[in-house]
């Protein structure tokens, strides 16, 4: 679900800028879902162990991207997780895995293990059933995408909500701002805190998105590379950045690192800021400036 808000006189030019935005979004989505047998993902997936795919050009620097970065959080995003993912199954409701089917599927993730070759734009693995995923980043980069299509067309004053990643530009007529709230990880239907933002992306990775459970145990789509297994340590993480794909993939990282790493690596990346709740459900924010931010926080 994607919702786009603009804040303009012009109302025809308006809604013809939020058509192609959405045009876009839909582009990238028939290229990128995973979910799509038929999407240009899924069919590097498909033959990418037997002969390199190419790719489009914009996509072959997304995935370049999501390598440096996977290289950058010292794995713990990886965009080659797929094995991973498709073994939990989370979209189809998931189930718990054997320790044998874990292991297997551990060894087939590595961005390391993927070859990116610049000269042809083309995408391949160096093992079998090795696969990409980008889902911790590629709803955060249509976002930035839309976002460029709406800035093409002069609108200035814009929310691109995709539920969780969301980027806003300039501000709601009169206010200077706009007002942007972040979900309760345990309670959908409050909010932790609002934020008055203006020309930044915020971009939260939560363990209530996908998940099932068993026994008491809540198992959810964020995965640990080297386990295999969901991360534990973090309820939810939520990040500011310039751009939606930065945050998006650094709110997954950080939640993969856990409350203490993921607070360390939040500061060591220039723009970026964001909070923690760890999985008590106390807040570790990187920054100070941003708690201040904060409005309607419930303190303890
Ligand atoms: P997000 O909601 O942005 O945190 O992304 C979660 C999605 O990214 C999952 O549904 C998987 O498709 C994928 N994913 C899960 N774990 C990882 C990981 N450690 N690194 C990269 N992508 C992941
Ligand atoms: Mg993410």
């Known amino acids: 679900m994607v919702e786009i808000t603009v804040a303009s006189r012009e109302e025809k030019e308006a809604m013809a800028a939020i058509q192609a935005a959405f045009a876009e979004i839909e582009r990238i989505d028939a290229l990128l879902s995973s979910h799509r047998t038929d999407s240009l993902i899924s069919r590097v997936n498909r033959e990418g162990f037997r002969a390199k795919v190419p790719v489009e050009k914009d996509i072959f620097q997304l995935i370049r991207e999501a390598a440096s970065f996977s290289e950058a959080s010292g794995g713990a995003f990886d965009v080659t997780v797929w094995p991973l993912s498709k073994l939990w ?85 009169g206010k200077g701002f706009w007002r942007i709230g972040v979900q309760d990880p345990r309670d959908s239907g409050s909010l932790l805190f609002t934020l008055d933002l203006t020309d930044t992306a915020i971009v939260t990775s939560g363990d209530y998105e996908r998940f099932f459970e068993e026994d008491g145990v809540r198992y959810h789509h964020i995965l640990d590379p080297t386990t295999g297994m ?43 800021r964001g909070v923690i709740v760890d999985g008590a459900g106390s807040l570790h924010w990187s920054d100070a400036a941003l708690e201040a931010l904060a409005r309607g926080l419930r303190r303890p």
């Open 89 to 173: 199954g989370f979209d189809e409701g998931g189930r718990r895995p054997s320790v044998t089917e874990l292991r297997d599927a551990v060894a087939k993730v590595g961005y390391r293990k993927l070859v990116l070759d610049q000269g042809d734009g083309s995408v391949g693995f160096t093992l079998p059933g090795m696969g990409l995923d980008l889902g911790a980043i590629a709803k955060g980069w249509a976002v930035d995408r839309a976002m460029d299509v709406l800035a093409a067309r002069g609108m200035t004053d814009v929310i691109v909500d995709a539920g969780g990643d969301l980027r806003v530009a300039g501000s709601r007529p």
């Open 230 to 272: 969901p991360a534990c340590g973090c309820r939810s993480v939520t990040v500011l950045a310039p751009t939606a794909a930065e945050a998006d993939a650094s709110a997954t990282a950080a939640f993969v690192l856990g409350a203490q790493r993921g607070v360390a690596f939040l500061r060591s990346r220039p723009g970026v």
